[in-house]
């Protein structure tokens, strides 16, 4: 029988060369690009009556809305957007791809590490179950200086997930106000940045931004891994290079 070192010379490295390389088709599901719409002469307004969150208006698709139902794919939408549509502004989800609104505000306090608090708020649990999935060994985290706490008095980034319930407002609150300065807050997800699909159920908030001020949207529903650590990269300056938007 083969011994478990000869299965691994003959695998080889497993872990991903994200950022020093791009993303792999193999590390990015098939809905893990924000949609955009073809062009071939549909009208403006095509897949705006089959979208079920409103992200498609004529013309434009917020990203932080989409829920990556693929129903517009009948309307001559394509999952062709930025793989890194990480965005520091909510309004640069909303365009016809992922819109670039520049240079980010500096973080540079932060450091080239980061201890990241992750906040369930209310989810579905996908999103929670993408961002951990940081933690094994295909992604491996700790090499790139990023690493999970269970305290946000030990954190540096919030990193919030789920749409955000009644009872976990206050919650939210202070484990902001516990984050020592500086600081950042991070929004995971379309329920996240925006309600997603749960938008305007009773007992619930909108978004996160709504609670607390937030640094950088990462929209997907969920989002991949490889975008969340993008999106982590970008607020320390780390991105990958010749990646689009801040």
Known sequence: MTSWIEQAVHRGILTSAYPR???TEDELPVTGRPPVA????RPADAGVDRCPVGA???????????????RCLADGFRFAGPVEAARTRRDALVGPTVADPGSPPALAPLGRSLHVFLVDVGSCRACNLEVLGLAAPQ???QRLGLFFTNSPRHADVLLVVGVPTEEMVE?????YEALPAPKAVV??????ISGGVFRG????????EEIVPVDLFVPGCPPAPIQVLDGLLRLIGRNRPGASGP
């Open 21 to 23: 390389r791009p993303a």
């Open 201 to 208: 159920t009773a007992g619930l908030r909108g978004a996160v």
């Open 187 to 192: 929004a995971v997800g379309a329920c996240a």
């Open 38 to 41: 073809a062009r071939d002469g």
């Open 56 to 70: 498609i208006a004529p013309g434009t698709v917020d990203q932080g809305r989409c829920i990556r139902c693929a």
């Open 171 to 175: 919650p939210l609150r202070r484990a």
């Open 139 to 141: 992604y491996d985290l």
